[in-house]
């Protein structure tokens, strides 16, 4: 794995791109993770708890990191747009 450039050294296409990249991934796995705890609710009342119950608290912090790093990316790109 290559190590990460720092966010300073990417162009403004490089920077939008990834921004993009990461709107889309946080929002994807906001709705997986939302999916989830709808199903693992639904399979509680129904059977009783399950490891799906939790299931959704496993992905938080992906969740946390993807929504980190979106916004360090567009903190940079607004600071491009004032200089």
Same mark, same amino acid.
Not at 6 to 29: Q, Y
Not at 63 to 79: C, G, P
């Given at each position: 794995?290559?190590?990460?450039?720092?966010?300073?050294?990417?162009?403004? *296409?490089?920077?939008?791109?990834?921004?993009?990249?990461?709107?889309?991934?946080?929002?994807?796995?906001?709705?997986?993770?939302?999916?989830?705890?709808?199903?693992?609710?639904?399979?509680?009342?129904?059977?009783?708890?399950?490891?799906?119950?939790?299931?959704?608290?496993?992905?938080?912090?992906?969740?946390?990191?993807?929504?980190?790093?979106?916004?360090?990316?567009?903190? *940079?790109?607004?600071?491009?747009?004032?200089?």
């Amino acid at each position: 794995m290559k190590p990460q450039q720092p966010l300073t050294e990417l162009s403004t *296409e490089e920077l939008n791109k990834k921004a993009k990249t990461l709107k889309i991934a946080t929002v994807f796995m906001s709705f997986s993770m939302l999916i989830m705890l709808i199903c693992g609710i639904i399979v509680s009342m129904k059977k009783g708890f399950s490891a799906l119950t939790v299931t959704p608290l496993g992905f938080a912090p992906l969740l946390i990191i993807f929504s980190s790093q979106l916004k360090q990316v567009n903190n *940079e790109l607004k600071k491009r747009e004032t200089a």
